[in-house]
């Protein structure tokens, strides 16, 4: 081992060692002496992470650079086997007075459905439709020095985020599957990075098994991962329609993944 | 806000999330990233990072605990981005961290290479564990949030050369506690 990996394993240590050492001392000691002079953009420099992270949220992965007339979404499962969801999904076309800036009041699929003119999937057990539409905004341009420059054009990717859509009533807080949708516009011109797996990950990302979903003729690739508290997250992650989904269970089993997938339309 | 709070604004996508994570963490993530980088550019860069980042993690992520998940992620980056900007020279705070850590690691190669990071990690874990709070404390500040040792004698209110001798005998008792259970598997 080098010293290096060391320094690196150490990063890892648990969680409990270092909420001690802030709990016990004050670990910001010593920032008096940093100058802040730029803490005017502070709030834009928050903005503009807010809505560059948008573009990074996503599981798939896309190519850096202009985009052509497809995408590829695919995932990496079980330390390196990539498993491709779609290999030509094509650019979707919203609706030209779909909101430019994120919006504060949540919306029913319906509601998403009629504002962006695209037909998205819903499921008869979701008991809960509070989906938060974010989009990204072509507001910059790159230079050639890797700087972004420019003001708001268009929306390159819509995210919509249905947080806890299924409860399962009968169990405890925890045991709900989310819904993350996404689509690239034809307005793209940027690019999305592949995601890694989130950092609460205890393990790969396993491929569990790959469902056909006989109503959709679309396959869904079903994946658990270990996280630190334990549980496993169950996720699906599919292409129907040219727009991505992923659904992430909490506290949920394959199979009950499996019959959710199943009521899907 | 409590940390469940704003693990909630993060779940309903609010951009107030990163506000409050800011408010609450702003100052401990400049220090962390202080602490490697000088420029006041690139330690800010690397607070924005990690604020991104955490925006990224969570959902799906849901963590148990919020300071040391952030912490993490902020040392992460601030090692990413001390390393691209020392890729052709080496000096500076982490190279003198990584001549410290020399000491730690035992001298049977072929024993220690066999060791996965996972079960290292499990034995600094259980080293730390049964360490006295103070060393504790002191050896997760310097090799976790990498402070100087001048800032930890004054957090600590002893002299430098005191926090240098604890960290000294630190690092020989994990070298020691690393060779030990090295051979035991």
Redesign the interface.
């Known amino acids: 081992m080098t010293n290096e990996k060391l320094l690196s394993v150490l990063g890892d240590i648990d969680s409990s060692f270092i909420s001690k050492a802030v709990d016990s001392t004050d670990c910001a000691d010593g920032m008096k002496s940093i100058p802040s002079k730029r803490k005017t953009t502070a709030k834009k420099i928050l903005l503009v992470a807010a809505i560059i992270s948008i573009l990074v949220s996503s599981a798939t992965a896309l190519a850096y650079g202009p985009l052509k007339d497809t995408w590829v979404a695919e995932i990496m499962v079980n330390g390196n086997k990539e498993v491709v969801l779609g290999s030509a999904i094509q650019l979707v076309h919203i609706k030209e007075d779909a909101p430019k800036q994120a919006l504060d009041t949540p919306l029913t699929i319906a509601q998403s459905e009629d504002m962006l003119g695209i037909d998205l999937l819903s499921s008869p057990m979701m008991n809960s439709e509070e989906g938060y539409y974010r989009p990204t905004v072509q507001y910059y341009e790159i230079q050639p020095n890797g700087k972004r420059c420019g003001e708001s054009k268009d929306i390159e990717r819509v995210d919509l985020w249905y947080a806890n859509c299924v409860n399962y009533e009968d169990a405890d807080d925890a045991k709900s599957i989310s819904m993350l949708i996404v689509m690239i516009t034809d307005k793209a011109t940027a690019s999305v990075i592949p995601n890694n797996d989130p950092i609460d990950a205890a393990g790969d990302k396993l491929l569990s098994e790959q469902y056909y979903i006989e109503g959709l003729d679309t396959s869904a690739v079903i994946c658990t991962t270990a996280t630190e508290s334990g549980l496993d997250r169950i996720s699906a992650e599919l292409c129907y329609k040219d727009v991505y989904y992923e659904f992430i269970g909490t506290d949920i089993t394959v199979s009950e993944m499996i019959e959710f997938l199943g009521t899907l339309a | 806000m409590e940390d469940d709070k704003i693990i909630e604004l993060f ?5 107030d999330a ?2 409050e994570l ?1 408010a609450k963490y702003g ?2 993530l ?3 990233s ?1 602490n490697l980088l000088s420029s ?2 690139d ?2 860069e690397c607070v ?2 990690t ?3 955490v ?11 919020l ?3 952030v ?3 902020s ?2 980056i601030a ?1 990413n981005r001390y390393k691209h900007l020392h890729r052709k020279k080496r000096c500076g705070e ?1 190279d003198l ?3 410290e ?2 000491e ?2 035992p001298s049977n ?1 072929n024993i ?2 066999e ?1 996965e ?1 996972k079960q ?2 499990e034995l ?2 259980k080293w ?2 049964d360490l006295d ?1 103070e060393i ?2 002191l050896f ?2 310097r ?3 990498m ?1 100087s040792v001048l ?1 930890l004698s ?3 209110s002893i002299s430098q050369s005191n926090v240098s001798t604890k960290l000294y005998r630190a690092r020989k008792n994990l070298k020691s506690y690393l060779s030990k259970e090295d051979l035991a598997i």
């Open positions: 779940f309903s996508r609010s951009e990163i506000k800011n100052r401990l400049k220090s962390i202080a006041e550019q330690i800010e924005n990072d604020l991104m980042n925006w990224t993690e969570i959902p799906p992520a849901k963590p148990d605990n300071t040391a998940f912490c993490k992620i040392r992460h090692i982490m961290l990584l001549c850590l020399d730690c690691i190669e220690s290479r060791l990071d290292t990690l600094i874990d730390l564990a709070d504790q404390t997760v500040r090799y976790f949030f402070d800032k004054e957090a600590f």
